[in-house]
T-cell receptor
Framework: KQEVTQIPAALSVPEGENLVLNCSFTDSAIYNLQWFRQDPGKGLTSLLLIQSSQREQTSGRLNASLDKSSGRSTLYIAASQPGDSATYLCAVNEGGSEKLVFGKGTKLTVNP | DTGVSQDPRHKITKRGQNVTFRCDPISEHNRLYWYRQTLGQGPEFLTYFQNEAQLEKSRLLSDRFSAERPKGSFSTLEIQRTEQGDSAMYLC?????????FGQGTRLTVV
């Protein structure tokens, strides 16, 4: 059974700091990995998707990497801003299934 | 509107009542998903449709839950005889290629 773990569960940083969020998964037979952002009481916003054949994806200040063999992904946020405060969720799409398996998320607070 | 739309956004119901939620996916997205999220947890998969066919169901989807997607467009999720444990955020997602897009969710509170 695929399990996704995100560390840390919560993170508080001052504005302007660069930071890394971690995601690990137990079964490396994934089809792709997707990072989402969730604001309190809201739905999920897709940030980046990495296919299993890719090593990284970038969008603006965000960079996501994937090491499929070791079952790890990282989300790097450069020059953090208070507007980045949210919960960040990692999800893997297993081969042979349509479902996404999510971690519990990392709650990020960026202090002005 | 280019996003996934869910209705209602909030629902409060008494235990034992039936509730129905609606999801309108992004136009031309043939794949549609329902997830459930409780406080402090990541979303959990409930069911998946490709066009009008329901192709995958989680064991979380008990007999009290039913989902439909007539004509392969919008979808409905019905919960019969609601229980307090059904209180959660119900999220709908759709996709045409690899990337999944989620709606704002329906927050269900069973009192």
């Amino acid at each position: 059974k695929q399990e996704v773990t995100q560390i840390p569960a919560a993170l508080s940083v001052p504005e302007g700091e660069n930071l890394v969020l971690n995601c690990s998964f137990t079964d490396s037979a994934i089809y792709n990995l997707q990072w989402f952002r969730q604001d309190p009481g809201k739905g999920l916003t897709s940030l980046l998707l990495i296919q299993s054949s890719q090593r990284e994806q970038t969008s603006g200040r965000l960079n996501a990497s994937l090491d499929k063999s070791s079952g790890r992904s990282t989300l790097y946020i450069a020059a953090s801003q208070p507007g980045d405060s949210a919960t960040y969720l990692c999800a893997v799409n297993e081969g042979g299934s349509e479902k996404l398996v999510f971690g519990k998320g990392t709650k990020l607070t960026v202090n002005p | 509107d280019t996003g996934v739309s869910q209705d209602p956004r909030h629902k409060i119901t008494k235990r034992g009542q039936n509730v129905t939620f609606r999801c309108d996916p992004i136009s031309e997205h043939n794949r549609l998903y329902w997830y459930r999220q409780t406080l402090g947890q990541g979303p959990e998969f409930l069911t998946y449709f490709q066009n009008e066919a329901q192709l995958e169901k989680s064991r979380l989807l008990s007999d009290r839950f039913s989902a439909e997607r007539p004509k392969g467009s919008f979808s409905t999720l019905e919960i019969q005889r609601t229980e307090q444990g059904d209180s959660a955020m119900y999220l709908c997602a759709s996709r045409r290629t690899l990337e999944a897009f989620f709606g704002q969710g329906t927050r269900l509170t069973v009192v």
